[in-house]
């Protein structure tokens, strides 16, 4: 039973950040691509940051909406995966999604295996 449990989110002013936490269980996060998607109101779920599996040496996607501003990590003793997000903008304004995908990358939510619950993000101007 693979579970994913996101925390961290909140109301924050615009410049501001928050860290998202997801807590996995039933997997191994380092064995598995790991990445954080978000959807705002009305729009798709994208994917904003991911961290691929050892086997891929834990190479780290940005989509360019957040590069430099969004970093993505790994915890493997605390089975955790993190996203520091800093100078956010009120167009980051989403719900923040934890996803694991087996095998290859692939960027498309339809291509990711298991979800969390998702946290509220809202940022204000």
């Known amino acids: 039973q693979v579970q994913l449990v996101e925390s961290g989110g909140g109301l924050v002013q615009a410049g501001g950040s928050l860290r998202l936490s997801c807590a996995a269980s039933?997997?191994?996060?380092?064995?598995?691509?790991m990445g954080w998607f978000r959807q705002a109101l009305g729009k798709e779920r994208e994917l904003v940051a991911a961290?691929?599996?050892?086997?891929?040496?834990?190479?780290?996607y940005y989509a360019d909406s957040v590069k430099g501003r969004f970093t993505i990590s790994r915890d493997n003793a605390k089975n955790t995966v993190y996203l520091q997000m800093n100078i956010l903008k009120p167009e980051d304004t989403a719900v923040y999604y934890c996803?694991?995908?087996?095998?290859?990358?692939?960027?498309?939510?339809?291509?990711?295996?298991?979800w969390g619950q998702g946290t509220q993000v809202t940022v204000s101007s």
């Open positions: 996803g694991l995908q087996y095998g290859d990358f692939y960027y498309g939510a339809s291509a990711w295996n298991y």
């Open positions: 039933g997997r191994t996060v380092s064995s598995y691509n």
């Open positions: 961290i691929r599996s050892i086997r891929w040496s834990g190479t780290t």
